[in-house]
């Protein structure tokens, strides 16, 4: 029997890229960047399987070019903004991504980032190397501290509730602001107090993003946001770079409104060279990294070549972003 052809956009991880060569025709886009629109439309004609990127759009077009045997498209992320859920639907085919699989890592660095901006980690590194460190000084590179402090958590699902745990140890007053969660189904050891979001901003002395991007969070933290913010708080996103302006967030740091920020991901990315936000001491800059554990990024390569086989075999996927596609009962 013929195995089925599959796409896949950028070389997995062994761990996952064995499994789909030892069942698949699998056509694999070799360079270690984001498949060019043009040969990802020539290349996905006739395959049953496309295991894309979250660098990918994929859209009507795309599925339009892979034609009627399109039967799934897997993704190697746990967010599904890159693809067009609702037209993938609309035609019954399965959007399989990697949900739980990160929390723990994306939870570690956007604290890490937290602490590296709070005590200007990132700062004092370039300090030692270019040569600056003479001798001790009372007042080099002072810093905020973070015990004690109060964390305000935009979006309390289980990354959020992750960054929550981690803030226990420190002793930190956190709040959160989540319209889907219900205070009653969160676990009884997790303390935090849910909050309106302008009393969260208002309070808050580090302020950390964990909402999926949607057509409601695009350029949700803009001037207007970062005014509300409790003047010398900080900023940190690990969620999606469009959730935050820019330019806004430029701004507010060169103001001094924000002390700093630690970012990890951007619109566009990677972020162009030009960027003014390349100019600021006061952000830490990293480039999409939250997840990379190695043993976090080998069982998202392992969840999302699972999608895509059980995909191709016309099984039910183990991690549907739209569940609906398949018959209820």
């Given amino acids: 029997m013929e195995k089925p052809k599959v796409f896949v956009t950028r070389r997995n991880l062994p761990a996952g890229l064995d499994l789909i060569l030892a069942d698949c025709q699998a056509d694999i886009w070799e360079i270690d960047s984001p498949t060019p629109r043009p040969i990802l439309l020539k290349r996905i004609q006739g395959v049953a399987g496309l295991l894309s990127m ?17 039967k799934v498209i897997s ?19 399965p959007v ?32 030692v190397r270019t040569g600056h460190w003479q001798t001790w000084d009372q007042t080099t590179l002072l810093g905020v501290e973070v015990h004690g402090a109060t964390l305000g958590i935009v979006g309390f699902g ?13 002793a930190m007053r956190v709040l ?7 205070t009653g189904n969160l676990p009884a050891d997790l303390i935090a107090e849910p909050v309106d979001l302008d ?28 005014a509300k913010m409790k003047s010398g708080a900080i900023l940190i996103n690990t969620s999606r770079g469009a959730v935050v ?6 701004e507010a740091l060169s103001s001094g409104k924000l002390t700093a920020a630690g970012i990890d991901v951007f619109d566009p990315e990677p972020l162009p060279m030009d960027s003014p936000l390349l100019t600021l001491n006061n952000l830490v800059i990293t480039p999409h990294i ?40």
Avoid at 54 to 70: N, Q, T
Avoid at 176 to 182: H, I, N, P, S, T
């Fill in 96 to 127: 399989g991504h990697t949900p739980d699989v990160l929390t723990e890592a994306t939870a570690d660095f956007a604290f890490a980032l937290l602490m590296a901006a709070a005590r200007r980690v990132v700062e004092a590194d370039r300090y």
């Fill in 54 to 70: 979250l660098s990918d759009h994929i859209d009507g077009e795309v599925m339009d070019a892979a034609g009627p045997g399109l």
């Fill in 176 to 182: 959160y602001f989540d319209r889907q969660v219900k």
């Fill in 75 to 93: 993704t190697y992320a746990v967010g599904v903004d890159n693809i067009d859920v609702e037209e993938a639907t609309r035609r019954g085919i």
């Fill in 158 to 170: 289980r990354i959020g509730q992750a960054m929550a745990r981690r803030a226990r140890g420190f």
């Fill in 290 to 329: 939250a997840s990379a554990a190695r043993e976090t990024r080998e069982r998202m390569a392992v969840m999302a070549v699972e999608n895509l086989l059980a995909g191709v075999r016309g099984e039910r996927l183990p991690h549907c972003a739209n569940p609906q596609v398949y018959p209820k009962g």
């Fill in 199 to 226: 009393t969260l901003l208002r309070e808050s002395d580090f302020v950390s993003l964990h909402v999926p991007l949607t057509d409601q969070t695009r350029r949700w933290f803009d001037a207007q946001s970062f």
């Fill in 245 to 250: 302006d820019q330019p806004a967030l430029h």
